[in-house]
């Protein structure tokens, strides 16, 4: 059974940082981009970042370039969103995906596989 599950939201204040973890189980998660997505109340989710299997690739959305990374430790099946300079419209619940292909990763409804999702909230 494949699983993804995220970690490591919660609330921090406008300027703070917050480190997200989906742990992947069930599948061989070398062989999938994964991705990080997120969805404020009322809205669809939304494209945040996006990393290649092997790691050599990035692509991140434009409201979060600079401020949060992709990583992803094949060894541990882990991936990882680093959020740095945090700002109240960062919040919303984060979502990881994992895409057999790295050209369609972008798209939330194209994934083959999704977590449950962690809340961040990012208080003014």
């Known amino acids: 059974q494949v699983q993804l599950v995220e970690s490591g939201g919660g609330l921090v204040q406008a300027g703070g940082s917050l480190r997200l973890s989906c742990a992947t189980s069930?599948?061989?998660?070398?062989?999938?981009?994964m991705g990080w997505f997120r969805q404020a109340p009322g809205n669809e989710h939304k494209f945040v970042a996006v990393i290649s299997s092997s790691g050599g690739f990035t692509y991140y959305a434009d409201s979060v370039k600079g401020r949060f990374t992709i990583s992803r430790d094949n060894a541990k099946n882990m991936v990882y969103l680093q959020m740095n300079s945090l700002k109240p419209e960062d919040t919303a619940v984060y979502y990881c995906?994992?895409?057999?292909?790295?050209?369609?990763?972008?798209?939330?409804?194209?994934?083959?596989?999704w977590g449950q999702g962690t809340q961040v909230t990012v208080s003014s």
């Open positions: 995906t994992a895409d057999r292909t790295y050209s369609t990763a972008r798209s939330y409804d194209n994934a083959d596989y």
């Open positions: 069930g599948l061989t998660s070398s062989y999938y981009a």
